[in-house]
């Protein structure tokens, strides 16, 4: 099984809808691919993709300290136990409660015990493009990396099942602990940036943490044509990286319209753009 994880440093550069294509285009190529979307904080890949939800699932994250408030005996020292302030009249604010357990530890009456707490959903979905994971993490609630972690288990899981099949990942924005949780153990990562300031600001950073991993890494520069100048700029800081460009997508509608239309770009027909799309894709897949 092969894990090819598609990122951007920031969101809106086009991520999800080029996920969407490469899962229609490695559906037409076989075998059919296992999809999983990492961006729990908004995923959205199964709106492009369509399909029946099949199943969902309870995920638990972090625990949280729960009092016994007639077994205290030092209230003081119980409040003061918390360096995150999540201790307050012995209730325990369940958004300030890391789950840590050093409440519990520092208590010498056992008032203190950790219970689980159900912090999002995950959420398995027969699409036309294969099987799609994805999650929903609640409002207010910690544990993105774990959370990815058992994402990426069900789609792992599933993938084996099918042997040749590529496990396809629509990674999470930014260079934080869910884009780690995201990109463990892929085998290529593809990032997707634009010519803008802050999009290069952002490819610079992440591009600082794949090269921190060691991660094998291809570029594709979405909306190409907005601004040739920073264009050459991100092409000069790929070539002193030797960064492979795997291709440029010119400005175009066609992303917004397949969102609006709930299917994968190369769907809609267009011959240039599904060229464009066709050569990248076969670039990427050609590294496997
Ligand atoms: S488990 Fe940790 S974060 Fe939660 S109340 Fe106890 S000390 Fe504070």
Known sequence: MKQLVIISGKGGTGKTSLAACFAALEKERGPTPVLVDCDVDA???????????TSSRPFFGPELAVIDRGKVTDQEKCETSCRFGAISGLEVDPFLCVGCGVCRLVCGEGAVSMEKREAGT????????????HAELDPGRSGFGGLITALRARGEEEALKHPGSLLLIDGSPGIGCPVIASLTGCDLVLVVTEPGKGAFHDFERIYQLLRFFGMKTRVVINRADLDPGLLRETERYCFSHDLEIAGRIPFNDLFRQATLAGKPAVELGDERLNR?????????????
């Open 43 to 53: 995923a959205n890949l199964h709106l492009l993709l369509g399909g029946e939800e």
């Open 122 to 133: 995950i959420y398995e979905r027969d699409t036309p493009c294969g099987k799609l994971f």
């Open 276 to 288: 464009i799309l066709g050569e990248i894709y076969r670039r990427v897949r050609e590294e496997f």
